[in-house]
């Protein structure tokens, strides 16, 4: 195990392994293995090939996809073959910025590959040292997706309707009790993209990275149930913990790595180069 792993079984895939699903001629996720065949049960939304998943031309229009995407997903969660179920509604899209053609619950990306976009946030404290301390969440063990791993002090999907920072003050106040009035003090450092197999389907998510400077004063409480325990860790204990096991959540550590990498933290470790050229294929 070491640094450089963590970040490559974040982007763990092999996409030969999946089929393209289209909407209006145009790629906009990966359908998992087996998936096309129980997607037959669907032929007024789906149209079906040896190549490729498409949803039927018929519809046409944002309202009329998302009607008929909503039927099939939740027919999918009663089968037990979604990962879980948020009730938040996603858009549709092929990058950032985009217009959305329809929108899905958040549950249902994972299945058709379809591209999901999060906030995360590093909840950092200086030191009197001049040292840097993170603050640590543990999942609840009742969570759908990893439960019981190490976590940051606030993350979550972003939702249909809500701006990033606005999306990430929400979810400070709702993980972690941080005051709006001190959450708004944080900056966004960049994004990461990947591709993680999951056996729901593929995840492929872009995150944005968030950075928070704390007082020493501050004491993280949870609201939401997503997370059972705080704790302040140092940041060799952070990179000895990422080194040598899998305890941080997959994509966790992933952006961790980068608030590392981006404050040159990992100055002198031997790994700092291989480290930094994957973040950089991950940063694009």
């Known amino acids: 195990m070491s640094l450089v792993d963590r970040l490559l079984e974040v982007d763990r895939h092999d996409i030969a392994d999946y089929t393209p699903f289209f909407i209006e001629g145009r790629r906009y996720g990966w359908i998992r293995p087996g998936m096309d065949e129980i997607l037959r049960s669907y032929p007024d939304v789906f149209a079906i090939d040896d190549e490729h998943v498409s949803l039927r031309s018929e519809l046409c229009e944002y309202a009329a996809r998302t009607q008929a995407f909503d039927r099939v997903v939740r027919d999918l969660h009663e089968r037990e073959l979604l990962m879980g179920w948020w009730d938040e509604p996603n858009p549709v899209i092929r990058e950032w ?10 549950g249902g990306l994972e299945p058709f590959g379809i591209g999901g976009f999060g906030v995360h946030l590093n909840g950092f404290v200086p030191h009197p040292s001049g040292d840097l301390l993170l603050w640590v969440g543990t999942r609840s063990h009742d969570r759908p997706s ?4 190490l976590d940051h002090l606030a993350a979550g999907g972003q939702p ?10 929400k979810e400070c106040d709702e993980e972690a009790g941080v005051p709006a009035a001190l959450a708004r003090r944080m ?3 960049g994004r990461l993209r990947y591709r993680y197999a999951m056996p729901s389907g593929l995840n492929d998510d872009t995150i944005f990275c968030f950075d928070l400077e704390l007082p020493p004063e501050f004491e993280p409480v949870n609201r939401d149930g997503e997370v059972e325990s705080f704790a302040l860790w140092s940041i060799e204990d952070v990179i000895a913990r990422l080194r040598t096991t899998r305890d941080f959540k997959y994509n966790v550590a992933a952006v ?3 608030f590392l990498d981006r404050r040159d933290l990992l100055a002198g470790d031997p790994e700092q180069a291989g480290v930094r050229e994957i973040l950089t294929r991950m940063r694009r």
């Open 187 to 189: 900056t966004l450092e």
């Open 160 to 169: 249909l309707g809500l701006g990033l920072r606005e999306n990430m003050i």
């Open 256 to 258: 961790i790595l980068d």
């Open 146 to 149: 990893c439960p019981g791993q």
């Open 97 to 106: 910025g985009d217009e959305p053609v329809m929108q899905m619950e958040r």
